[in-house]
Structures are given as structure tokens and as C-alpha cells.
């Protein structure tokens, strides 16, 4: 499948660009966290995630799970770019009748669940795992999970249970952008260094500067090859609200919904066309 792909460029601007076309038409917000894990999701499409460009549902893909499910509009553009979703799905994005909702739906062809109720996404994509595992099918599973997420005690358990079935399948992505719905993480509940928490979990570590595309595609490539049994995790500093500078660390945008003027603004910030 990974030769298909070769057309894909998954251009980080071009990304950005789509997601506030969507947010602009639908009138919607979540626009901040959408565009922090822009150069996560265009690595795993790009160079990891080994999927069909015709086929959003082919048996063989890897998966993705976007435990973070109100990040979707990320995922809906690069989603965009392979071909599953077409221009007429993008310009009526969260209008009456779109099948493309404000948080991931598994409804709809590319996304693997329904989430956006936090903590519940990091235990699917362990028995998703977990199944592949014992199918021994080959198929690797990604997960997505904000920072503010992490507060949620489903994760920690479903953590446990990666770790003791020796889930080297299962790649958990922490984007941590210090910020969660209703102020900074480390004011409403800081839990120190993630990273050495996974550790003490017994996931195989790295952190990286999660809008440095060779980054991650380096931390990638150095985890699913490293021969470990163990779970990985990987923890990407982030920007929320990466790429229009009046959006950058304000988490005002977490709610926010575009104006005439800001969208205008933000489109002569990413200086892309459609």
C-alpha cells in the first residue's frame, strides 16, 4: 500500500489551510487543537500509517485513533488529500445534513472510532492492539490523546494492561500543547514529567518537538524499529494554535468561532490558496 501514496505530500500549511475553511463554513471552534498535531498527523499519513487510498476500511490498514476526538478537523484534511472525503464534504463541513461532525465519528470511512467523550480512546486502541496481537495480522495501532486528556484514569489503566501484554504494536502520541478546554494543564491538574511516567509504565519513551516533521518521522522510525516488546510513547511538545500567530498559546481559540476578519487574517498568516 505504501507505494500508492507516493503522491501525498500532506503539506502542513496547505492542511492548516483546509482546517479553517471547514471551521469558517461551519461556523464551529476546537480550531486551536486542531492545528497542533497538523505535523503529527501529516508524518503517520505520509511515511507510517499503511493504508489504501481507495480503501479507508482495508483489513490490512494500521490504524489510527484520534482519542483527542475534537482535534478531527486535523484529521478530516489530511483525509482530504488521500481522496476519502471530497471537495463538497469539506465546503459544508457541520451543516444541516454533513456527515462530518464536529468530533471523530466511526461512521465515517477513515475515522476508527467515535470519540470525544476523553480518556476512552487510549483503552479502544489497546484492544484494538491487543486483537491484532493475538490475530498476529502485522497491523499496528496509533493513538492521539491531548495532555488535559491524560487526567482521565481509563488511560492510565489501559497502560497497564499495553504493558503486561507487551503491546510493541501500539504507538501512544501525547500531544502536549500545555493546554486543555479551560485553562493551562498545569494549573488544573500537573502531573510532572510524562515522559517518566510512561516510563515507569514500562512503554518504550521519546519526546520530540512535535511540529518538527523529520523529528518525528526519525522518532518513529527509531521506535517501531527498535526490536522492544514494549509499548512505545511518544511525547510531542506542541503550539496550540501552531501556524496563525494571533491563535498560537491563546486558548481562547479552543472556543472561538471565526469572524469575516479573523478568518481572512489567519488565511494571509498561513499564506495558502485552496
Known amino acids: 500500500m505504501q507505494s ?17 475553511d471547514m471551521a469558517y463554513v461551519g461556523r464551529t ?44 478537523m486535523a484529521q478530516y484534511a489530511c483525509m482530504h488529500e488521500i481522496g476519502w472525503i471530497d ?17 471523530s465519528d466511526s461512521r465515517v470511512p477513515g475515522l476508527e472510532v467515535t470519540s470525544g467523550s476523553l480518556g476512552h ?54 500531544d502536549e500543547n500545555g493546554f486543555q478546554a479551560m485553562g493551562k494543564t498545569s494549573d488544573i491538574l500537573s502531573r510532572g514529567s510524562l515522559s517518566a511516567k510512561f516510563a515507569a509504565f514500562d512503554f518504550d519513551v521519546m519526546e520530540i518537538d512535535g511540529h518538527d ?28 494554535g501552531r501556524g496563525v500567530p494571533f491563535m498560537e498559546n491563546d486558548n481562547i481559540w479552543h472556543y472561538t468561532r471565526l469572524t469575516d476578519e479573523t478568518y481572512q487574517t489567519a488565511v494571509a498568516a498561513l499564506g495558502e490558496s485552496r
Not at 33 to 56: K, W
Not at 88 to 98: F, P
Not at 139 to 147: E, H, M
Open 4 to 20: 500508492s501514496k507516493s503522491n501525498l505530500s500532506f503539506n502542513p500549511q496547505k492542511l492548516r489551510r483546509t482546517v479553517l
Open 29 to 72: 471552534a476546537h480550531i486551536g487543537c486542531a492545528f497542533s498535531i497538523i505535523e503529527l498527523l501529516a508524518v503517520l499519513y505520509r511515511n507510517h500509517l499503511r493504508f489504501s487510498p481507495t480503501d479507508p476500511k482495508s483489513p490490512v490498514r494500521d490504524m489510527l485513533v484520534l482519542s483527542k476526538g475534537h482535534g478531527v
Open 87 to 103: 471537495d463538497a464534504a469539506i465546503s459544508g463541513y457541520c451543516v444541516d445534513g454533513s456527515m462530518l461532525k464536529g468530533l
Open 121 to 174: 480512546g487510549v483503552s479502544v486502541a489497546v484492544g484494538m492492539a491487543f486483537a491484532a496481537q493475538r490475530d498476529n495480522s502485522g497491523q499496528r495501532v496509533f493513538a492521539i490523546v491531548g495532555d488535559g486528556e491524560m487526567n482521565e484514569g481509563p488511560i492510565w489503566e489501559a497502560m497497564l494492561f499495553a504493558a503486561q501484554h507487551n503491546l510493541d504494536n501500539l504507538v501512544i502520541i501525547v
Open 213 to 240: 516533521e523529520t523529528a518525528i518521522d526519525n522518532a518513529l522510525t527509531t521506535m517501531l524499529a527498535n526490536g522492544s516488546k514494549r509499548p512505545k510513547a511518544l511525547i510531542a511538545k506542541t503550539i496550540k
